[in-house]
Each structure stands twice: as C-alpha cells, then as structure tokens.
C-alpha cells in the first residue's frame, strides 16, 4: 500500500486568533461615564432645593438655610431627603456639588454647602404655572417621570405633586412651573394624554377661580403673591429696622382666613390650632376669643392668599377636635376689625414690656390673650428679609 502524497494547499493550519484582552483603562473609563452621570443628577437636584424658584416657598429649607449666618446647610442634611437616598457615596456628592458652575458653594471641609449670592425672586410664578390631573396612584419613579413628561413641552422650574394636607397622599394631580408665560399657556390649551389617560389641564389661576366658585367664594379676591421678597441667605445684610415696612389694613385683604365651629378641649386649643395651621401656610396673628366658635388667622406665606387657603383646607376635609368647621376667607369689614385687634394687641405687648425694662419673660408671643383678646402667632415684632 502506497501512502497518498498530502498536498501542501491539503494543509489547513489553525487560525490562531488574538484573544480580546480588557485593558485596564476599559472599566476606569466606564466607572468615569456612570460617575459622571450620578454628579449631574445629584447636582441638579441639589440645585434645584436652593433655586430662585424653590428656596422661597420652600419652608423648610428656607429654615435650614436662616439657622447658619452665612446661609450653609449640612450635606448630610440634604443626603438624607427623599430625593437624595438613593446618592450612598458621601464623597461623589460632595465632588459634584463642589462642580456646581454658579449657584452652589461647598465649604472647604466639605460638610456644608450655601447659595452664592441671593435669591432673586422670580416673576409670573403664580401665571407661569399650569394644573394638570389624571396620574392615578403614585409610584416611587412618578415624579422623576411627571418632570420628564412636562419637560417635552418646554423647560420646567419645578412639578409639585399635590397631597392630602392630612393623610399627605398623592391627589393625582399636580402643579407645573414653566420658566415663560407663552410655554404654559400652550401647554394650558393643549390636550394632553399621560399613559393613554386623558388629563385635565388649565392654567393654576383657571384651577384656583373654579375651586373659588365651587366653594362659594369669590374668585375675584384671588390674587398671585410675589414670592418672599428680599430672601437672603446672608443675615448681616438685612434692613435695619428704620425701614421695616408698617403693616397697614390693605396688606391683610385676602390674607385672613375664618374658621367657624370650632371647639376646644383638653389637646385642642391654641397650640393644637397653630400646630394644624403651620402644616399649610405660615400664620400670623391669631384671634379666638374664649367661649368662641370662631378662630380669625393671618395667613404670611407670600404665594398664598385667603381664597386659596380655604379652598385648600375644604378640598382637604380639614378637622379639628374632631370637628369640621367653615372655612372662609374674611370681609373686608372683618379684616378692619381683626386689623385692629392686632395692632390693640401690640401696644399693649408693647407697654408691658417697656414697664418690665426689656423683652424678658415671655413678652411678644401673645399667650392665650386672657382669651378675651387676641393671640400673637409666629409673627413677633422682629426685622424680616422675607
């Protein structure tokens, strides 16, 4: 038997391929592009609590800010809001704030963070924003989509999600804060569909007029507020009290609500009353005289009035004690005399604590009145900037 010649082209050798090496630089490279997009959702939401458009109306952290001098708020602080929880690397939040190109300043230990320079407050805020309802129940990502949905339509300052002023559940319906007039008005007149679901959708001042005439209030004495004018985070340029503005019967129109069937009882007085109120809106005087059924309260917060409020509160089906009472918003003869009973209040807060030498004691709060007069609420004689 012969063997068969093997043709060299017979010879197929083995293709020797290169195995695909990571190098180094590959996950370095990846880590950078995910760490990179974590600083800019951290940055802009971090921003976005001290905002022209937020800080004003936020109250709470319009506290954080007022309790330092130089207007920091503690990083570990606003790591631990809602929005913030899921950022766990203290250091990387620290880093992205640290990049902020003009608002944000990161003291150099790097626990604290402060506006640059001060609020300036925004216009057209109240005309700039648009109601929209129909989003069923909430879900952890809903304001995360809700702000991406708006956003197809123009460029969005905020989106509140409107809650229960008692159970704080999500009512399905929010408010939108578009940075021009002509963004909101278009989007006010379109028909819009958010996950196959048509929505309601007019502007807020449309919303607030229809709640007004549902609830038998008048919408004329519905009115857009500035917001707080002067908000400055740095305390030493306040304005000295020469120039602190005298409160006069006009600046309380639309600005006090009445709150009638009331009662109270042991856990149901004063306190109980300022407690339920400071959840809603930043009070004022408080007028409930003993034996009475009627509690008169100032509103102070800037963006809302007596209209808006009380519309708010019956929406809400505020109780106290128990108790539903009718809420309205005051008369005008009703302010001149509730304007009077404070200003009564005053002097007499005045020349008792001119004859005890001082501001000892527990002068400028108002007490319970003896209950025949009046109370001070959160609103003690004191230079404000807001």
């Given at each position: 038997?012969?063997?068969?010649?093997?043709?060299?082209?017979?010879?197929?050798?083995?293709?020797?391929?290169?195995?695909?090496?990571?190098?180094?630089?590959?996950?370095?490279?990846?880590?950078?592009?995910?760490?990179?997009?974590?600083?800019?959702?951290?940055?802009?939401?971090?921003?976005?609590?001290?905002?022209?458009?937020?800080?004003?109306?936020?109250?709470?952290?319009?506290?954080?800010?007022?309790?330092?001098?130089?207007?920091?708020?503690?990083?570990?602080?606003?790591?631990?809001?809602?929005?913030?929880?899921?950022?766990?690397?203290?250091?990387?939040?620290?880093?992205?704030?640290?990049?902020?190109?003009?608002?944000?300043?990161?003291?150099?230990?790097?626990?604290?963070?402060?506006?640059?320079?001060?609020?300036?407050?925004?216009?057209?805020?109240?005309?700039?924003?648009?109601?929209?309802?129909?989003?069923?129940?909430?879900?952890?990502s809903l304001q995360l989509e809700l702000e991406e949905y708006f956003g197809q339509f123009g460029d969005i300052k905020?989106?509140?999600?409107?809650?229960?002023?008692?159970?704080?559940?999500?009512?399905?319906?929010?408010?939108?804060?578009?940075?021009?007039?002509?963004?909101?008005?278009?989007?006010?007149?379109?028909?819009?569909?958010?996950?196959?679901?048509?929505?309601?959708?007019?502007?807020?001042?449309?919303?607030?007029?229809?709640?007004?005439?549902?609830?038998?209030?008048?919408?004329?004495?519905?009115?857009?507020?500035?917001?707080?004018?002067?908000?400055?985070?740095?305390?030493?340029?306040?304005?000295?009290?020469?120039?602190?503005?005298?409160?006069?019967?006009?600046?309380?129109?639309?600005?006090?609500?009445?709150?009638?069937?009331?009662?109270?009882?042991?856990?149901?007085?004063?306190?109980?009353?300022?407690?339920?109120?400071?959840?809603?809106?930043?009070?004022?005087?408080?007028?409930?005289?003993r034996e009475s059924d009627v509690a008169e309260i100032q509103i102070k917060s800037d963006d809302?009035?007596?209209?808006?409020?009380?519309?708010?509160?019956?929406?809400?089906?505020?109780?106290?004690?128990?108790?539903?009472?009718?809420?309205?918003?005051?008369?005008?003869?009703?302010?001149?005399?509730?304007?009077?009973?404070?200003?009564?209040?005053?002097?007499?807060?005045?020349?008792?604590?001119?004859?005890?030498?001082?501001?000892?004691?527990?002068?400028?709060?108002?007490?319970?009145?003896?209950?025949?007069?009046?109370?001070?609420?959160?609103?003690?004689?004191?230079?404000?900037?807001?």
């Open positions: 038997m012969t063997d068969t010649p093997v043709q060299v082209e017979d010879i197929v050798a083995p293709v020797e391929t290169t195995p695909a090496v990571e190098t180094p630089e590959t996950p370095a490279v990846e880590a950078k592009a995910d760490n990179s997009a974590l600083k800019a959702q951290i940055l802009k939401q971090v921003e976005f609590y001290f905002s022209d458009s937020n800080l004003p109306s936020d109250k709470f952290m319009s506290e954080l800010v007022s309790k330092n001098k130089e207007g920091y708020v503690s990083i570990a602080k606003i790591s631990s809001f809602k929005r913030m929880r899921e950022f766990t690397d203290k250091d990387l939040i620290v880093e992205a704030l640290r990049e902020s190109p003009e608002l944000l300043q990161v003291s150099e230990d790097g626990l604290t963070v402060r506006r640059k320079s001060a609020v300036v407050p925004t216009k057209d805020h109240f005309q700039r924003s648009i109601y929209a309802k129909g989003f069923g129940e909430e879900t952890p905020q989106v509140r999600m409107r809650r229960n002023n008692e159970t704080s559940a999500f009512k399905g319906s929010v408010f939108v804060e578009y940075s021009t007039l002509d963004e909101a008005n278009k989007v006010a007149s379109s028909k819009l569909q958010y996950k196959d679901q048509d929505l309601l959708v007019m502007s807020k001042q449309a919303y607030c007029e229809m709640k007004a005439k549902e609830l038998g209030l008048d919408p004329s004495e519905i009115r857009a507020r500035p917001q707080n004018k002067g908000f400055n985070n740095n305390k030493k340029e306040k304005r000295p009290r020469e120039e602190e503005k005298v409160e006069t019967v006009d600046d309380m129109k639309n600005k006090v609500i009445r709150l009638t069937g009331l009662t109270s009882g042991e856990g149901a007085g004063l306190k109980e009353i300022k407690d339920a109120m400071k959840e809603h809106f930043r009070y004022g005087y408080v007028k409930w005289p809302k009035d007596a209209a808006m409020i009380a519309a708010d509160l019956q929406e809400s089906g505020f109780t106290f004690n128990g108790t539903k009472p009718e809420i309205s918003a005051a008369s005008d003869e009703q302010v001149q005399a509730f304007f009077d009973d404070k200003k009564n209040w005053e002097a007499n807060m005045s020349s008792r604590e001119s004859s005890r030498g001082g501001r000892g004691g527990r002068g400028g709060r108002g007490g319970r009145g003896g209950r025949g007069r009046g109370r001070g609420g959160n609103d003690r004689k004191k230079i404000r900037t807001d």
